[in-house]
């Protein structure tokens, strides 16, 4: 296959980035008062300004003629009809199917997979509603009043994400917790707060052999056990989410009390599935509904709308056009506001993962760059902190500022103060400040002009930084859901550009693999050698190891 790079697509957005590279963001606005109103979209109820970024009409017209090159719609209907395009494993992607609120048919190897998912929503409502209404008692008939996900990776994010993100729309008493890292301080914080009796925990693995996770499962247990000597009432405190029955089984849980989902469900990709348990008991069903109508109305689009109006293909070409066209390496996602501060956690996760990648779907060494660095926090706190480097830093990184108009916890002004910042940081970063404004200013303020030609050239912004600004008017279920599905399907339309697999994670295999081979040398030497280091660091470990009680 043509490598990608020697494409004709791919060369025309080379030279455009070379010819274009005086372009100044501030330039474009003046000279076209139209375009907010050209390159912004609304969709399921989230405003997208793409304005803020360094592209004009033929930009986006030799993107467009790049994601046609790669045959983009042809591989997005692909994924939406259950084909095994998740080649390295040999697997559908069908996070879409979960969230089909349509109900319309989609098969894998000829099968509707619908009914499968609503009889697993159905289970999961019948359980919700009875842990709610007090009939789903602990060993002591006290009613649950703490949820214990137990997980890690795609396992934890997602759950732990949302239900931070619509803590106002917790059910009355229900608190939710996340267990996540092996690290022994995690699970021993989480469990000083329980009250076993009250406590359910649903232990959430796909596979149910992840390391981390069964290590803190048998821990909760043991605990539970110890204060309550209640071992037939086991099933009453943990409840599974897997796709490994036989596991599930041998770790004394019934499997009346677990919830499946299938190979079809990325782990990155399956909050949407059972493993969204955590959030429907915190949030309930209803909101939990909300939020899979609010990813279909994403998907809906994402499969209909023509690419010059299609939101995420729009977003996955602009991250493109900085990474592989004018060198930007990272890419920073600022929520503004607090509920949503675990957001680029998740999303370093799903897009890292997904096309943190090098080798294309031909088994070579792409010649180009993939997935760039996620990263970033809550605003205004990034402000006053590394803000700095995208006003004054020598590197390009392309951000999102994403905030809700209305707070559900109002104080005062403040959620003005919020929203002014926000939009203040996405001017500042687009129009800098000159060196003639930066003199006026100082001028004004009366500063002498041997202060002022010495100090200027510090007050200069070159701006033409890029953003993306989402803005919604209330953090609702149906919100979220459409926002997480516009990133999700970003990835994939980056993901098929650079001709990858976004569904497997080798890497993180890979580490899964190596920790297990290494941990019987923690506490006695098998006289196997890793490498010089390895050792080095395992003798260190050994010599100064108390045993663990
Ligand atoms: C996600 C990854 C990874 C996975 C965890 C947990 O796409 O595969 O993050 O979710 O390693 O795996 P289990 O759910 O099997 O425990």
Same mark, same amino acid.
């Given at each position: ?10 060369? +025309? ?17 003046? *000279? ?46 692909? #994924? ?58 602990? @060993? ?22 949302? @239900? ?23 699970? +021993? ?16 693995? $796909? ?82 509904? @909300? ?24 977003? *996955? ?67 006053? +902190? ?30 003005? #103060? ?93 580490? $899964?693999?190596? +920790? ?6 923690? *506490? ?23 045993? *663990?009680?």
């Amino acid at each position: 296959m043509t490598r990608l790079e020697t494409t004709p697509a791919w060369r +025309a957005l080379n030279d455009l980035a070379r010819d274009e590279s005086g372009l100044h963001m501030r330039a474009l606005f003046e *000279a076209d008062p139209g375009r907010f109103v050209r390159y912004s979209l609304s969709v399921a109820d989230l405003l997208i300004d793409y304005s803020k970024h360094r592209i004009t009409d033929e930009t986006l017209a030799r993107l467009f003629a790049l994601a046609r090159a790669r045959e983009v719609e042809n591989w997005r209907e692909r #994924m939406f009809t259950g084909e095994k395009i998740n080649f390295t494993e040999n697997r559908a992607v069908l996070h879409t199917a979960l969230r089909n609120r349509s109900n319309r048919p989609v098969r894998v190897d000829g099968e509707d997979v619908m009914p499968a998912v609503n009889a697993v929503l159905a289970r999961m409502r019948a359980f919700v509603a009875r842990v709610h209404a007090g009939e789903w008692l602990g @060993c002591s008939g006290r009613r649950i009043t703490d949820v214990v996900n137990i997980g890690i990776g795609g396992s934890d994010l997602g759950p732990r994400m949302v @239900c931070e993100a619509l803590a106002s729309w917790a059910h009355p008493g229900m608190r939710a917790h996340f267990i996540s890292n092996v690290a022994p301080s995690e699970i +021993a914080a989480t469990l000083r707060e329980l009250d076993p009796e009250t406590t359910l925990f649903v232990v959430a693995s $796909k596979t149910f052999t992840t390391q981390e996770t069964m290590a803190n499962a048998r821990a909760a247990r043991d605990w539970f056990l110890a204060h309550t000597g209640a071992q037939d009432a086991v099933q009453r405190h943990f409840v599974a989410v897997s796709t490994n029955a036989r596991a599930v089984r041998e770790f004394g849980i019934d499997t009346a009390n677990m919830f499946e989902f299938w190979d079809w469900v990325g782990g990155r990709y399956s909050l949407w599935s059972a493993i969204g348990l955590p959030i429907a008991l915190y949030v309930g069903m209803d909101n939990f509904e @909300c939020l899979l109508s609010g990813a279909h109305a994403m998907d809906e689009h994402f499969r209909s709308a023509p690419m010059e109006r299609n939101a995420p293909i729009l977003l *996955a070409l602009i991250g493109l056009w900085y990474v592989n066209f004018l060198g930007a390496e990272s890419h920073a996602v600022l929520p503004y506001g607090t509920r949503l501060r675990n957001l680029p956690s998740y999303l370093q996760q799903a897009d890292m993962e997904s096309n943190g990648k090098t080798v294309n779907r031909e088994g070579e060494r792409v010649g180009h760059h993939t997935g760039p660095v996620i990263w970033g926090g809550p605003g205004t706190n990034g402000q006053h +902190a590394y803000y700095q480097l995208f006003h004054q830093g020598s590197r390009l990184i392309p951000v999102d500022f994403i905030a809700a108009v209305n707070t559900h916890t109002p104080v005062g002004q403040q959620q003005d #103060m919020l929203l002014a910042n926000l939009l203040a940081q996405a001017r500042a970063l687009m129009t800098g400040r000159t060196r003639e404004e930066a003199e006026a200013e100082m001028r004004a303020a009366g500063v002498d002009e041997a202060q002022i030609a010495r100090l200027a050239p510090f007050r200069v912004f070159e701006g033409n930084h890029p953003s993306t600004s989402i803005l919604f008017a209330d953090l609702t279920p149906e919100v979220l859901g459409a926002l997480i599905a516009l990133y999700e399907h970003k990835i994939f339309v980056q993901g098929i550009i650079w001709g990858l697999d976004s569904f497997d994670q080798w890497g993180v295999e890979l580490g $899964k693999q190596m +920790a297990g081979e290494i941990l019987p040398d923690i *506490a006695t030497p098998s006289g196997r050698a890793f490498d010089a280091s390895t050792d080095g660091l395992l003798d260190f470990i050994r010599s100064h190891r108390r045993s *663990a009680s």
